[in-house]
């Protein structure tokens, strides 16, 4: 998985323009790519009511067929379109992934800011951020959907909650180095207030650096979805989802192994796609790497 290096610096985002876009395109083709194919899995996921067949339709009579030209991807153990299944599961895996990032950032964001401001704040939300950190992310997980029930809403919200602390302390780390440099210093001293000097000199610094690290945070989220539904404990089974399909059709594995390779191998080029286009991001906004270029 993509990781945040320590090196991207905050930059105005105005610096970032439509030249920077063709760079990127040109001397990083594969972040391009990654960006590019996470858009179009949007799209397929978006438009999959128009073009594929109803997911959970069951037919007896056609379990585990191969790949047909009514079937591209042939049938699973109870008679339903893996091809459908697939690119609904998209909808599913898609959503969740990028709702609990989004969550996890705007969280991390509140904490992290607050905390890099007031000290008693931070002495002990940081010390609950630690502990929520020392838990491994799928136990979390698996124990809050244990205790309030499965279901997509309920599934979003316990993925978000074991990224906040990764996000919040990133966000401390900025605002804290940030706040110490003359341009914020000179805005207090011309009498402007905490709350106007965190949004309008400090909170645009975290921007480039959160951007990058929610895009890690993106795939670890799907994959976390992948691993709840493979388990039994992410959203319902009557629910297309790719960790579901997986689970479901590991047994009929040598028999149709497109019911297995299909969900999983989607889920694999999501996953790279995000990481890529979290790398590109990342040398994007790192101004060393620009001067470089």
Same mark, same amino acid.
């Given at each position: ?76 153990? &109870? ?74 809403? @309920?599934? @979003? ?23 110490? %440099? ?10 402007? %207030? ?36 493979? &388990? ?17 059709? %590991? ?38 790497? %620009?001067?470089?270029?």
């Amino acid at each position: 998985m993509t990781t945040l290096s320590a090196s991207v610096e905050a930059v105005p985002m105005s610096r970032v323009g439509l030249s920077d876009l063709r760079r990127l395109a040109s001397r990083h083709p594969l972040a391009f790519a990654g960006g590019s194919l996470l858009v179009l899995g949007i799209v397929i996921a978006l438009a999959a009511p128009l073009y594929a067949s109803d997911p959970g339709n069951m037919d007896p009579f056609k379990l585990l067929q191969s790949p047909s030209g009514a079937m591209w991807f042939g049938t699973d153990n &109870l008679g339903r379109d893996v091809f459908a299944r697939t690119a609904f599961g998209a909808r599913i895996s898609l959503l969740v992934g990028l709702v609990s990032t989004a969550i996890a950032a705007l969280a991390g964001l509140l904490i992290g800011a607050i905390a890099g401001y007031s000290r008693s704040f931070d002495n002990v939300m940081m010390r609950v951020m630690d502990g929520l950190m020392s838990i491994p992310t799928i136990l979390l997980a698996i124990a809050l959907v244990a205790l309030t029930g499965a279901g997509i809403g @309920i599934l @979003i919200v316990v993925i978000a909650i074991p990224y906040i602390p990764t996000v919040a302390r990133l966000v401390r780390s900025v605002v804290l180095s940030v706040r110490e %440099r003359p341009y914020v210093e000179a805005a207090f001293c011309g009498g402007a %207030r905490l709350p106007k000097v965190l949004w309008r000199h400090i909170l645009p610094s975290t921007i480039p650096p959160l951007m990058v690290h929610s895009a890690n945070v993106c795939a670890g989220a799907i994959l976390t979805e992948a691993a709840l539904s493979f &388990l039994g404990v992410g959203v319902p089974p009557d629910t297309p989802s790719w960790g579901n399909m997986i689970a479901s059709s %590991r047994l009929y594995l040598s028999i149709a192994p497109l019911t297995v390779f299909a969900p999983g191998i989607c889920l694999a080029i999501t996953v790279l796609a995000v990481n890529l286009f979290g790398d590109g991001l990342r040398d994007l906004f790192d101004p060393r790497t %620009r001067r470089r270029r």
